[in-house]
C-alpha cells in the first residue's frame, strides 16, 4: 500500500511538471497584424527564385558556352573606344551590378543613373526609358553611345577578330562555326548577345523577407516570429496606406511599366530628358530592335510587343519602375541618382508635391499622412528585400 502511494505521488509530481513545462516547447505565433486578405496580398510577391524568361531575339539565350563567353566579355575594355571602359566599370558585383554613383560616367557624364543589373532578364523594356526591347539591344547601346563607350561596328569588331578564345568556343560548342568570316556588324552584335546572355543570369538570392514568405506559406510558426516586427509593421503600410504594392508587386517587386512620379526632368537650363517618350521613339527607331534584322527567333509572341507600342503626350516624364529587391546595394536612387538614401525615397512618395506630376498624372499618387515611426518601419521593410 505504501508503495502505491509513493508511485501515485510521484506520477502526481510529474503531470505537474509537464503541465508547467509544456507550453516552453510550443510553438505560439505573436498576434498578427496581417488580416486574410493582406496575408494573401504578400503571398503574391512569390516564391523567389522565380522562373527567368529567355531573352527575346537572342538565339544564345540559356546557353552555357555562350554564358561564359558573354561574362568574359563583360570585363573586357576592348569594346570601348579608347580600350578604358567595360561593362563592368558601371556595372559592379560589389554594388548590385550598379556604382553608387548619382549619375553614370563614360566617356562623358550621363544624366542618368546606372541600373542595377540583378534579375535584369525580368525586365520587358530595358533602361530606364525603355529604349530597347531585347537584353541583347540594350547591351549594344552603350558600346556605341558617344556618352558611355564610344565605340564603333568596325573597331569593336576588328578587335574582337584577335580574340582567339571567342572562336574556339562558338566553334567547339556548336554556337557558330563560322564566325571568324561573319560581316562586322553581325559578330559584334553575336558579341553583345553572349554578354546578354551572361547577364540574364545575373540573379539575386534569397532575403528575410523571401524567408518570411516561405515561414508564411508553409504556416511555419517559428520562421514567421524571427521576421522584425518593425519590418512587419513597414510591409502593413507597403500594401495598406502606402498603396506601394500598386507599381511594386510580384516577386520581382516590379510591374515592369513607366509612370510620372513627379521627379524633375530638367538636366541643366533648357535641358529636358524625356524618359519614356523618348524611349519609344528610340526602341521604334532602332535598327536592332526586335523587328530588325538581327531578331535571332523571331518568335511572334516577343515582336508583338515593339510592333503596337504607341507613343503618347503622357509618356513624357516617365519612368521605369525598377525592382525593390537589393535596394541596399543600388543607392542612390531614381532615375537622376537625386536621392541617396531609402528613408529620402520614402520621404519623397509620402510628401509628394500633386501638382509636380507631368501631364495627367498618376492618380495613385497622394501625400500620405504617415508618422516619422511609420516611414522609418517601411525602410526597415524595404532593407529585407536585400540578400
Not at 568596325?154 to 567547339?172: D, N, P, S, V, W
Not at 504594392?245 to 521627379?263: A, K, L, Q, T, W
Request: charged fraction near 25%; hydrophobic fraction near 35%.
Amino acid at each position: 500500500m505504501k508503495n502505491l502511494t509513493c508511485k501515485l505521488v510521484i506520477v502526481l509530481l510529474l503531470n505537474l511538471i509537464f503541465a508547467h513545462t509544456g507550453h516552453a516547447d510550443t510553438k505560439t505565433a505573436e498576434p498578427s497584424i496581417f488580416s486574410d486578405d493582406e496575408i494573401r496580398r504578400i503571398l503574391s510577391f512569390g516564391p523567389w527564385p522565380t522562373t527567368m524568361p529567355q531573352d527575346a531575339g537572342n538565339e544564345f539565350s540559356g546557353i552555357l558556352a555562350a554564358e561564359k563567353l558573354g561574362e568574359k566579355l563583360f570585363s573586357d575594355t576592348d569594346l570601348s573606344g579608347d580600350k578604358t571602359l567595360s561593362c563592368e566599370s558601371c556595372h559592379q558585383a560589389a554594388n548590385g551590378f550598379a556604382d553608387q554613383q548619382p549619375l553614370s560616367q563614360g566617356v562623358q557624364q550621363h544624366v542618368r543613373n546606372t541600373q542595377g543589373l540583378l534579375n535584369v532578364g525580368m525586365q520587358r523594356w530595358f533602361g530606364w526609358d525603355g529604349g530597347a526591347d531585347s537584353l541583347w539591344s540594350a547591351t549594344l547601346r552603350p558600346m556605341l553611345s558617344e556618352i558611355e563607350m564610344a565605340g564603333d561596328i568596325q573597331t569593336i569588331a576588328t578587335r574582337l577578330r584577335t580574340k582567339h578564345y571567342l572562336f574556339e568556343t562558338l566553334k567547339q560548342s556548336g554556337l557558330h562555326d563560322k564566325a571568324l568570316s561573319l560581316p562586322d556588324e553581325e559578330l559584334v552584335v553575336l558579341a553583345a548577345k553572349t554578354i546578354a546572355a551572361y547577364m540574364r543570369k545575373l540573379n539575386s538570392g534569397t532575403t528575410a523577407f523571401d524567408r518570411y514568405y516561405t515561414a508564411l506559406n508553409n504556416n511555419d510558426i517559428d520562421g514567421q516570429n524571427q521576421y522584425p516586427k518593425a519590418a512587419k509593421r513597414g510591409l502593413k503600410t507597403f500594401i495598406g496606406d502606402a498603396n506601394c504594392h500598386v507599381c511594386h508587386f510580384g516577386p520581382n517587386f516590379s510591374n515592369g511599366e513607366f509612370h510620372d512620379i513627379g521627379r524633375p526632368f530638367f538636366t541643366d537650363i533648357g535641358m529636358v530628358d524625356p524618359g519614356r517618350y523618348a524611349g519609344i521613339k528610340r526602341v521604334r527607331d532602332d535598327r536592332y530592335n526586335l523587328l530588325g534584322t538581327y531578331n535571332g527567333t523571331a518568335e511572334p509572341s516577343e515582336i508583338r510587343k515593339t510592333n503596337s507600342v504607341k507613343l503618347v503626350q503622357d509618356n513624357f516624364g516617365q519612368w521605369r519602375t525598377p525592382s525593390l529587391r537589393n535596394l541596399r546595394l543600388t543607392a542612390p536612387y531614381m532615375h537622376d541618382g537625386s536621392l541617396s538614401t531609402l528613408r529620402e525615397v520614402v520621404d519623397a512618395y509620402a510628401d509628394i508635391d500633386t501638382s509636380r506630376l507631368h501631364s495627367k498624372g498618376e492618380s495613385i499618387l497622394k501625400p500620405l499622412d504617415l508618422s516619422n515611426s511609420q516611414r522609418n518601419d517601411l525602410v526597415e521593410f524595404l532593407q529585407t528585400l536585400t540578400e
